[in-house]
């Protein structure tokens, strides 16, 4: 199983940007799937999640009204939206995917894990 996580790099404050995470290996509708980050000197934070069918998802309340996460399950692909683009954003994000009967904003409870993307917002 493998989730490549893609699109970080450096952005203004106020940009936007789109993170994308492909999965091959699995059955990738079966799962559900989170963006989380780390900020340097920072424990792992969930960002987002969103069900097996995108149906319903779930933003942390940090990102709400900036960020939003949806897929495309033809494609193995989930993305994240990021609008309005902060210093504090700056991150290494991930995505991570669980199967489960819900999604989770605990980090333990994902099974797989993408390698990271870097996101570095300049103010």
């Known amino acids: 199983v493998q989730l490549q996580a893609s699109g970080g790099g450096l952005v203004q404050t106020g940009g936007s940007l789109r993170l994308s995470c492909v999965a091959s290996?699995?059955?990738?509708?079966?799962?559900?799937v989170g963006w989380f980050r780390q900020a340097p000197g920072k424990e792992r934070e969930f960002v987002a999640a969103t069900t097996t069918t995108g149906d319903s998802t779930h933003v942390v309340e940090s990102v709400k009204g900036r960020f939003s996460i949806s897929r495309d399950n033809p494609k193995n692909t989930v993305y994240l939206q990021m609008n309005s683009l902060k210093p504090e954003d700056t991150a290494v994000y991930f995505c991570?995917?669980?199967?489960?009967?819900?999604?989770?904003?605990?980090?333990?409870?994902?099974?797989?894990w993408g390698q990271g993307t870097l996101v570095t917002v300049s103010s």
């Open positions: 991570a995917a669980r199967r489960s009967w819900y999604p989770s904003t605990s980090d333990d409870e994902y099974m797989y």
């Open positions: 290996g699995l059955i990738f509708s079966n799962y559900h």
